[in-house]
């Protein structure tokens, strides 16, 4: 029967058969891939309690009964149980087992239509694992959950003693220091601890700074295409927003002042242009500053990716080269460490340290110590360099894999405009939605970022942006292969 059936059919119905109160618990491990097992065993059973397949209460196997029949050690499935406890996804219960913890009734059936998804094209789901394409999340196969599971411990116990008032709104005066002596290392930005606020993210940044410049209501340059969601931002805040184009060599400054000469604010991604991942030419960046000093403007430099150059050496930040106090500099951690940490931090000129400590204290002050005094251990313990290293090599090697295979199966559909930080930029023909391509590639776990949204232009540029964090090797000609075949579908000149 083994032969004919296979062994591991046979421990799939043996299991089912032992434990017929879980019929719907599947776990695939695959051991080509660079994801531990353990964190493999905790996607899938944490999937499965989200989808509600598996309902609060019920019996999850024991350590030993799960090792078996994945053929892991029983510190493999220990680790990843754990997890889901300390996660509160289980509880264990001593000799009575490990069981599903009680679950909001909406959290495993979600109304999508009810709840709304801000920028549906750009976020397809929220808390689930990365999938393939996928833009904006670091590799998860590669990120050190030990060292950061230790680190955080750590820090939280730290923070558990630490005196019982209030913190400073700022942000911890240690992870400022750290990351002051980062930028002057890794941006070539010298600046005081005094200058650096600590925010929820970039957007807690963009907040503060648009509260603390007081520049609602008025005109703002913004890159086109651009952020979708820096776009929303301006307007939320009562500002109109003009649509500057970029070239070769990033923002064209002059096309910003025939457009809109009396803008009080830039935004700009000089670093790595956001999305097509050109740098900005140092004659633009000192043609926007002297327009900036000129008109008595402010810019904000997005530091979108430049820690994370993929080929040389990354390009000063425009704050360093600004002499007249008139650059915002903001970085944040969600593309090196995670964007579930929400920490970002903001570089402002000496002369506002005041004004952005009382917008700090009284409207957005820093977020969770335990999660700043971790970053600050990750920054001084030099894992951070460390790891962002780790981080270049593979997604230089997993860019060079991808681009390979869209070569291979390249048609007059998908064409490969450039490659772009950590994505690469295909285009499309103009009669092709690349909204509705991008929502029917996430039905094959596929989930490429239409181009269209970030454009302000009409017509739009169309395309498909192709993160390159999250990809599988073994699959991934055929996930290229399925993206153009649907590409192919959705075009009428076919």
């Not at 500099?329 to 952005?356: D, E, M, Y």
């Given at each position: 029967m083994l032969r004919a059936w296979g062994i591991e059919q046979y421990?799939?119905?043996?299991?089912?058969?032992?434990?017929?109160?879980?019929?719907?618990?599947?776990?695939?491990?695959?051991?080509?891939?660079?994801?531990?097992?353990?964190?493999?065993?905790?996607?899938?059973?944490?999937?499965?309690?989200?989808?509600?397949?598996?309902?609060?209460?019920?019996?999850?196997?024991?350590?030993?009964?799960?090792?078996?029949?994945?053929?892991?050690?029983?510190?493999?499935?220990?680790?990843?149980?754990?997890?889901?406890?300390?996660?509160?996804?289980a509880i264990g219960m001593g000799a009575a087992g490990t069981r599903v913890a009680e679950r909001p009734a909406s959290s495993s059936t979600p109304d999508r239509s009810a709840e709304g998804t801000p920028v549906p094209e750009l976020f397809h789901d929220f808390g689930t694992m990365p999938l393939t394409f996928q833009m904006g999340v670091p590799s998860q196969a590669a990120f050190p959950f030990k060292l950061w599971s230790r680190m955080l411990t750590r820090a939280s116990r730290a923070a558990a003693a630490a005196p019982v008032s209030y913190p400073d709104p700022r942000g911890e005066p240690e992870l400022r220091k750290e990351i002051a002596g980062y930028l002057a290392i890794a941006r070539g930005l010298h600046c005081k601890p005094s200058q650096i606020l600590i925010t929820s993210g970039f957007s807690g940044a963009l907040g503060v700074v648009l509260r603390t410049l007081q520049l609602e209501g008025k005109e703002a340059w913004m890159e086109d295409p651009g952020f979708p969601l820096t776009r929303t931002a301006l307007r939320f805040a009562g500002m109109s927003v003009t649509g500057v184009p970029v070239d070769a060599e990033g923002l064209d400054v002059n096309a910003g002042i025939q457009r809109a000469p009396g803008a009080a604010l830039a935004i700009t991604t000089p670093g790595q242009h956001a999305p097509l991942g050109m740098t900005m030419s140092l004659a633009r960046r000192l043609a926007l500053l002297e327009w900036a000093g000129r008109n008595d403007a402010?810019?904000?430099?997005?530091?979108?990716?430049?820690?994370?150059?993929?080929?040389?050496?990354?390009?000063?930040?425009?704050?360093?080269?600004?002499?007249?106090?008139?650059?915002?500099?903001?970085?944040?951690?969600?593309?090196?460490?995670?964007?579930?940490?929400?920490?970002?931090?903001?570089?402002?000129?000496?002369?506002?340290?005041?004004?952005?400590?009382?917008v700090a204290a009284s409207l957005a002050p820093a977020p969770s110590a335990t999660v700043q005094r971790a970053v600050t251990a990750f920054l001084r313990e030099g894992h951070y360099l460390r790891h962002l290293r780790r981080m270049k090599r593979l997604y230089h090697a997993q860019r060079e894999s991808l681009l390979r295979c869209l070569r291979d199966v390249a048609s007059d559909t998908v064409t490969v405009q450039a490659s772009a930080g950590l994505a690469i930029v295909t285009s499309l023909p103009r009669a092709v939605s690349d909204v509705d391509v991008a929502l029917r590639a996430l039905l094959f776990g596929?989930?490429?970022?239409?181009?269209?949204?970030?454009?302000?232009q009409s017509p739009p540029l169309r395309g498909l942006l192709l993160g390159v964090t999250n990809l599988d090797e073994r699959r991934l000609a055929a996930d290229c292969r399925r993206l153009v075949e649907l590409a192919e579908q959705a075009d009428p000149g076919r």
């Amino acid at each position: 029967m083994l032969r004919a059936w296979g062994i591991e059919q046979y421990q799939d119905w043996h299991f089912r058969l032992y434990h017929p109160a879980m019929p719907d618990l599947r776990i695939e491990l695959d051991r080509g891939r660079a994801m531990p097992l353990a964190t493999q065993i905790y996607g899938a059973i944490r999937d499965a309690i989200e989808s509600g397949r598996l309902a609060s209460g019920a019996k999850l196997p024991s350590w030993q009964d799960l090792a078996s029949q994945l053929g892991v050690s029983r510190g493999t499935v220990r680790s990843a149980y754990e997890r889901l406890m300390d996660e509160q996804f289980a509880i264990g219960m001593g000799a009575a087992g490990t069981r599903v913890a009680e679950r909001p009734a909406s959290s495993s059936t979600p109304d999508r239509s009810a709840e709304g998804t801000p920028v549906p094209e750009l976020f397809h789901d929220f808390g689930t694992m990365p999938l393939t394409f996928q833009m904006g999340v670091p590799s998860q196969a590669a990120f050190p959950f030990k060292l950061w599971s230790r680190m955080l411990t750590r820090a939280s116990r730290a923070a558990a003693a630490a005196p019982v008032s209030y913190p400073d709104p700022r942000g911890e005066p240690e992870l400022r220091k750290e990351i002051a002596g980062y930028l002057a290392i890794a941006r070539g930005l010298h600046c005081k601890p005094s200058q650096i606020l600590i925010t929820s993210g970039f957007s807690g940044a963009l907040g503060v700074v648009l509260r603390t410049l007081q520049l609602e209501g008025k005109e703002a340059w913004m890159e086109d295409p651009g952020f979708p969601l820096t776009r929303t931002a301006l307007r939320f805040a009562g500002m109109s927003v003009t649509g500057v184009p970029v070239d070769a060599e990033g923002l064209d400054v002059n096309a910003g002042i025939q457009r809109a000469p009396g803008a009080a604010l830039a935004i700009t991604t000089p670093g790595q242009h956001a999305p097509l991942g050109m740098t900005m030419s140092l004659a633009r960046r000192l043609a926007l500053l002297e327009w900036a000093g000129r008109n008595d403007a402010w810019i904000i430099e997005d530091d979108y990716l430049s820690e994370l150059q993929l080929q040389g050496r990354a390009a000063p930040a425009l704050a360093s080269l600004d002499h007249q106090g008139r650059v915002l500099h903001i970085g944040s951690f969600s593309k090196t460490i995670s964007p579930a940490l929400r920490l970002g931090f903001v570089v402002f000129p000496s002369p506002l340290a005041s004004k952005f400590a009382d917008v700090a204290a009284s409207l957005a002050p820093a977020p969770s110590a335990t999660v700043q005094r971790a970053v600050t251990a990750f920054l001084r313990e030099g894992h951070y360099l460390r790891h962002l290293r780790r981080m270049k090599r593979l997604y230089h090697a997993q860019r060079e894999s991808l681009l390979r295979c869209l070569r291979d199966v390249a048609s007059d559909t998908v064409t490969v405009q450039a490659s772009a930080g950590l994505a690469i930029v295909t285009s499309l023909p103009r009669a092709v939605s690349d909204v509705d391509v991008a929502l029917r590639a996430l039905l094959f776990g596929l989930a490429p970022t239409p181009l269209s949204p970030w454009s302000i232009q009409s017509p739009p540029l169309r395309g498909l942006l192709l993160g390159v964090t999250n990809l599988d090797e073994r699959r991934l000609a055929a996930d290229c292969r399925r993206l153009v075949e649907l590409a192919e579908q959705a075009d009428p000149g076919r």
